[in-house]
């Protein structure tokens, strides 16, 4: 995992839980500065054993979800980790969403979650979506289970996101996009006209023929459109 971040000695990483800094040691003798944010007090203690020959290094005693990411290392910072997995999806949107996104996001993940961050539509989740609007997903390392003690039951991923300079829209929007795509995924195995229906109250027929007017064929499913036909879909509904 550390050789897949490709770290340089000018680069400045905030570390995802560093636990008892396995990680954040590898970090340390590589990268100019990490910041590590940790939300247990006994490891936060352990850490500061750890670390004690690390000068470069900060530990952050705080809930990563409610942390403000982009103020603890200048522009250009860089984010990794291995993360709980059931905090994945809100994870990747925080930071993300951060007045000064990082420049790289490297985050060990569920494989069958990372599976689905980089696929092609026709598998996509809310989460993929809120990634895509973001950035450039990738799938870069596998690491099975048994790599870990004690060993977890599924497998893991490397996901790396390359923030794009500006979101697939602006950025103003992006609450109101979210809020409009949120009910289509909660129903993702139903067909388009079912929620929209259902979400703004207008007949199936009505339904059917917004979507054929900006050319979705009304018998698709959410996790089957693009970033691109979402945001016409969007649009067009906003704009009634």
Same mark, same amino acid.
Do not use: C
């Given at each position: 995992?550390?050789?897949? %971040?490709?770290?340089?000695?000018? $680069?400045?990483?905030?570390?995802?839980?560093?636990?008892?800094?396995? %990680?954040?040691?590898?970090?340390?003798?590589r990268a100019r500065a990490v910041v590590g944010v940790e939300i247990d007090p006994a490891c936060v203690k352990a850490l500061g054993l750890v670390l004690r020959d690390h000068s470069n290094v900060r530990i952050v005693e705080a809930n990563i979800?409610?942390?403000?990411?982009? $103020?603890?290392?200048?522009?250009?910072?860089?984010?990794?980790?291995?993360?709980?997995?059931?905090? *994945?999806?809100?994870?990747?949107?925080?930071?993300?969403?951060?007045?000064?996104?990082?420049?790289?996001?490297?985050?060990?993940?569920?494989?069958?979650?990372?599976?689905?961050?980089?696929?092609?539509?026709?598998?996509?989740?809310?989460?993929?979506?809120?990634?895509?609007?973001?950035?450039?997903?990738?799938?870069?390392?596998?690491?099975?289970?048994?790599?870990? %003690?004690?060993?977890?039951?599924?497998?893991?991923?490397?996901?790396?996101?390359?923030? $794009? *300079? $500006?979101?697939?829209?602006?950025?103003?929007?992006?609450?109101?996009?979210?809020?409009?795509?949120?009910?289509?995924?909660?129903?993702?195995?139903?067909?388009?006209?079912?929620?929209?229906?259902?979400?703004?109250?207008?007949?199936?027929?009505?339904?059917?023929?917004?979507?054929?007017?900006?050319?979705?064929?009304?018998?698709?499913?959410?996790?089957?459109?693009? %970033?691109?036909?979402?945001?016409?879909?969007?649009?067009?509904?906003?704009?009634?």
């Open positions: 995992m550390v050789e897949a %971040l490709e770290l340089t000695a000018t $680069d400045q990483v905030v570390e995802v839980g560093p636990g008892l800094g396995a %990680l954040t040691v590898e970090l340390a003798s979800l409610q942390a403000p990411v982009a $103020d603890f290392l200048p522009a250009g910072y860089r984010v990794a980790g291995n993360v709980p997995y059931n905090l *994945t999806g809100a994870l990747f949107t925080h930071l993300l969403e951060q007045p000064r996104p990082p420049r790289r996001i490297d985050l060990l993940v569920q494989q069958e979650v990372a599976e689905r961050i980089v696929a092609r539509p026709g598998g996509w989740s809310l989460a993929t979506l809120g990634v895509r609007v973001y950035g450039q997903p990738e799938l870069v390392l596998r690491v099975p289970r048994t790599a870990f %003690l004690p060993q977890p039951r599924v497998d893991s991923a490397l996901v790396r996101i390359i923030p $794009d *300079t $500006d979101p697939a829209l602006p950025k103003a929007d992006l609450p109101s996009f979210f809020r409009f795509v949120t009910p289509f995924f909660q129903a993702r195995r139903k067909q388009l006209p079912f929620v929209l229906s259902r979400k703004l109250g207008v007949s199936g027929v009505e339904a059917r023929a917004r979507l054929t007017v900006i050319d979705i064929d009304p018998a698709r499913r959410p996790e089957t459109l693009s %970033l691109e036909e979402w945001r016409r879909f969007f649009e067009s509904e906003r704009g009634r």
